[in-house]
């Protein structure tokens, strides 16, 4: 069986041309893109949020599978490389970009929950991890990525994945499932029983 995805966004060939041209290397990985996609195509009318924009390839992974009625709204501390995003897929209405620190967006976010919140980045991650939980609606996914060993990964931060997971697993208010796919994945659901 391959899994390698079949249905590639049709902003995805000007984006990777972007990101190469931006120098930037941590774009989301092919794979988690198809899951995004899958898991926005499952919520008709969802809200939607994406934590840590980048150059905007997961960003154009969820809208390639987002139905006309869902919105999303994607944050990004670099300015500079979310503008790249902004260029790309701006004109798409269903897309709100959010240029600033995602943790101090977590602590000052008081509107509706989502139903898929992706967690790309620190916060909402390793950081502010109470503050992205709370925002996902009973029913809804809570998803990351890049939990197997990545380049560039700072000097004991393998503990920090494990105690995340061991942290996640452990909640009686989502259930989860690790994924040895991609990037290393890690996908949970809010609870709906009382």
């Known amino acids: 069986m391959d899994d390698e995805p079949s249905h590639l966004p049709a902003s995805l060939p000007a984006l990777r041309a972007a990101t190469r041209d931006a120098g930037f290397t941590l774009s989301c990985e ?9 898991l926005a195509a499952a919520r008709p009318g969802g809200r939607i949020l994406e934590l840590g924009t980048g150059v905007g390839e997961g960003t154009g992974w969820l809208l390639s599978g987002m139905d006309s009625d869902s919105r999303l709204v994607t944050v990004e501390l670099d300015e500079t490389v979310q503008e790249v995003a902004r260029e790309q897929l701006g004109s798409d209405p269903r897309v709100t970009f959010v ?18 919140v992706f967690a790309d980045t620190w916060p909402g991650k390793f950081t502010h991890l109470e503050q992205a939980l709370r925002l996902v609606a009973p029913g809804g996914t809570y998803l990351i990525d890049d939990l197997d060993p990545q380049p560039g990964w700072p000097e004991g931060h ?10 996640l697993e452990e909640r009686e208010d989502f259930r989860s499932v690790r994924m040895a796919w991609a ?12």
């Open 158 to 167: 393998e503990a920090s994945v494990e105690r995340l997971l061991a942290d």
């Open 30 to 38: 092919e794979r988690t893109g198809s899951l995004l996609a899958v």
């Open 183 to 194: 990037s290393g994945l890690l996908m949970a659901v809010r609870s709906v029983r009382p």
């Open 99 to 116: 240029a600033g620190d995602g943790g101090e967006w977590l602590q000052s976010y008081d509107g509706e929950p989502f139903d898929l």
